[in-house]
């Protein structure tokens, strides 16, 4: 072999090393049993409720005699004196009740990297394609083009290896035995997954305090609540030490308390026990307060990776300046006032343009200003903006 060629691969079988999750080039494409659109719905025509058609007058055009659909295609025939109807013509009761089929495409060409011991944020809109991407880590779809390697191993290929090391979580499904209280799902676990019993009790032990799960330790599954049965499905999840998970929208309904635990203990997780987590979830304030790297995905798009910070400066980073003064309306040209009420005044300033020392410097000319309070602005309101200016972009298509 070459020395050009020894140089080559030994960078990229150490890159290859450091890598969790490495998504290549994927494509998926779904195909979709749909019902066809009946001419009616798309002509003039109006359904009515006995399945007989109306024209603009209103006017029933089948009453005792056979008539003629908008697209010319199914004749319906009333006996006289009788509501039941016989369909027929070209295509007959196929052309009522057929199916269409339909290509969804829900991821298009993606291609991302996740190192070892990362906490990443997968998010984007409704439909986008995040739960395919999680399921197609897992090995419970399969890519239509590309290529997936989780911790060095195909989820396709080698999915009962690569199972031993991987977690996973979907938060509006359950592992849990419905029928039995959940220690009975932990232990039936410990066996089937052949779990040493040293390791099974350490992380026993962990979930059991962290998660708060002692109470319902007990307890038949279908009688948890959601955010018990939450954090039995994610105790569950762990006990096997896995060394990557993926959480599909792990905060679904939890009420404030149960979120802010869940959250505290994947940043331990992830800090303490190094293990590389890839989460979603549509709540943003939570995203941002446990990961550092955000990938947006859109309509099967990849359409960021890098920071919150970075969305903000997508979106204009428009900082938001609360102003309380003893009444008086503060004076501060280049801040935009969006609301003001009883002496408090919020304002949107955009640093690009006036930099924070000119708006200080605006700030202390200004009269009966009592106290001031500078925020980025929130994740969520940056995360709106983007989703509605993707939005328009597709539309324009
Ligand atoms: N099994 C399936 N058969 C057909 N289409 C599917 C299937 N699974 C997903 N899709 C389609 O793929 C697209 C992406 O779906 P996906 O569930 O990945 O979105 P998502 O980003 O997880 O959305 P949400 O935020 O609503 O959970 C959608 O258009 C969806 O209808
Ligand atoms: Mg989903």
Redesign the pocket.
């Known amino acids: 072999m070459s020395k050009k060629g020894l140089t080559d691969t030994v960078p990229a079988a150490i890159a290859h090393k450091d890598m969790a999750v490495i998504v290549s080039s994927v494509s998926k494409s779904?195909?979709?049993w749909q019902r066809k659109e009946r001419p009616q719905e798309q002509g003039a025509s109006e359904e009515i409720s006995d399945g007989a058609s109306r024209d603009s007058n209103g006017t029933s055009r089948n009453s005792g005699k056979a008539s003629r659909d908008s697209g010319g295609e199914c004749f319906l025939q009333e006996k006289p004196g009788s509501r039941q109807k016989r369909i027929f013509g070209k295509g007959g009761i196929r052309t009522v009740f057929g199916q269409e089929k339909r290509t969804?495409t829900?991821l298009d060409d993606v291609s991302f990297q996740v190192k070892r011991g990362e906490f990443v944020a997968y998010a984007?809109?409704?439909?986008?394609?995040?739960?395919?991407?999680m399921k197609l880590l897992a090995g419970m779809l399969q890519p239509t083009a590309g290529s997936v390697s989780v911790l060095g191993m195909s989820p396709e290929k080698d999915r009962i290896r690569l199972m031993r090391k991987l977690g996973v979580l979907f938060g509006n499904r359950t592992e849990l035995w419905w029928d039995h209280p959940v220690i009975q799902s932990f232990e039936w676990k410990k066996v089937v997954w052949d779990i040493p019993e040293a390791v099974y009790r350490r992380n026993l032990g962990m979930v059991t305090e962290l998660l708060d799960i002692g109470e319902i330790r007990n307890t038949f599954a279908r009688e948890l609540s959601l955010g018990q049965r939450m954090r039995a499905d994610l105790g569950m999840m762990l006990l096997h030490s896995p060394e990557v998970i993926l959480l599909?929208?792990p905060t679904l309904g939890l009420d404030v308390v149960a979120k802010r635990q869940m959250i505290e203990f994947l940043k331990r997780l992830n800090r303490e026990e190094g293990v590389t987590i890839l989460v979603?979830s549509?709540d943003m304030d939570d995203l941002e307060e446990m990961a550092r790297r955000i990938l947006m995905?859109s309509r099967?798009k990849l359409v960021y990776d890098g920071s919150f910070d970075g969305l903000r400066d997508i979106a204009g980073n428009l900082t938001h300046l609360t102003v309380t003064t003893d009444g008086r309306v503060p004076e501060l040209a280049g801040c935009r006032l969006l609301e003001g009420k009883n002496g408090v005044f919020q304002f949107e300033v955009d640093l690009t343009r006036l930099p924070i020392r000119g708006m200080l410097e605006r700030l202390s000319q200004a009269d009966g200003i009592l106290d001031i309070e500078i925020r980025k602005p929130p994740i969520e309101q940056v995360i709106a903006q983007l989703y509605q200016a993707w939005k328009c972009d597709a539309a324009d298509f």
């Open positions: 779904f195909t979709r969804v829900a984007g809109p409704n439909g986008a394609g995040k739960s395919t991407t599909d929208e979603t549509h995905i099967g």
